[in-house]
């Protein structure tokens, strides 16, 4: 059965620094891959997403993930953390064929000033 | 165009009651979703539909009923509450006029059972 795997259900970045979530997927047929981010109190909004082409995918507020199908990964990330990107982050697959989307657990990001 | 609309945004119910959690779209989207989140265990599938009048059950469907009578709703029936099910719920759609690629959540609704 195909699944995502999120590591670190916390994770904890210093305001300026580098954000790397990681997000791998087992599938023996790329699917489509996502990555939602959750705020406080709120509901899921999309992040970015990668179906086809190109492997580099950007997505809103400075954040890109890239497709590596050899590593069967997806891993998210953003040059220089914000306070504003505190969150919780999943990532989530889903086959072409369907509608069902395949969650990971999530991780929370977590900025210190 | 107001997308995915859950009601009520909180609920505080008692053992036993029963309720119907509000999910209504206006994507004209065929696929509709349920799913409870639950600290550390992320998102998971109650119930959904691929269309009006067809409903099929997901990971944890227990104590859960849901119909689909028209496109736009998908209404989700706690029978009897238990405090197992306290729980922030999602509706979710995807669509092909929406590239059947991107999931469109509601705010949620945190249910409380005591």
């Known amino acids: 059965a195909q699944s995502v795997t999120q590591l670190g259900s916390h994770v904890s970045v210093s305001e300026g620094a580098l954000v790397l979530l990681r997000c791998n997927y087992s599938?023996?047929?790329?699917?489509?891959l996502f990555w939602y981010v959750q705020y406080p109190n709120q509901g899921l909004q999309l992040l970015l997403k990668?179906?086809?082409?190109a492997t580099l995918v950007k997505g809103i507020n400075g954040f890109e993930a890239e497709f590596k199908k050899s590593e069967t990964s997806f891993h998210l990330t953003k040059p220089s953390a914000h306070m504003s990107d505190a969150a919780e982050y999943f990532c989530?697959?889903?086959?072409?064929?369907?509608?069902?989307?395949?969650w990971g657990a999530g991780t929370k990001l977590i900025i210190k000033p | 165009n107001a997308g995915v609309t859950q009601t009520p945004k909180f609920q505080v119910l008692k053992t036993g009651q029963s309720m119907t959690l509000q999910c209504a779209q206006d994507?004209?989207?065929?696929?509709m979703s349920w799913y409870r989140q639950d600290p550390g265990m992320g998102l998971r599938l109650i119930h959904y539909?691929?269309?009006?009048?067809?409903?099929d059950q997901g990971e944890v469907p227990n104590g859960y009923n849901v119909s689909r009578s028209t496109t736009e709703d998908f209404p989700l029936r706690l029978l009897s509450a238990a405090p197992s099910q306290t729980s922030v719920y999602f509706c979710?759609?995807?669509?092909?006029?929406?590239?059947?690629?991107?999931?469109?959540f509601g705010q949620g609704t945190r249910l409380t059972v005591v």
């Open positions: 979710a759609t995807l669509g092909k006029l929406s590239g059947n690629t991107e999931a469109f």
């Open positions: 994507m004209n989207h065929e696929y």
């Open positions: 539909s691929v269309g009006a009048g067809i409903t």
């Open positions: 599938s023996s047929v790329p699917p489509y």
């Open positions: 990668y179906t086809t082409g």
């Open positions: 989530a697959a889903k086959k072409d064929s369907n509608y069902q989307l395949i």
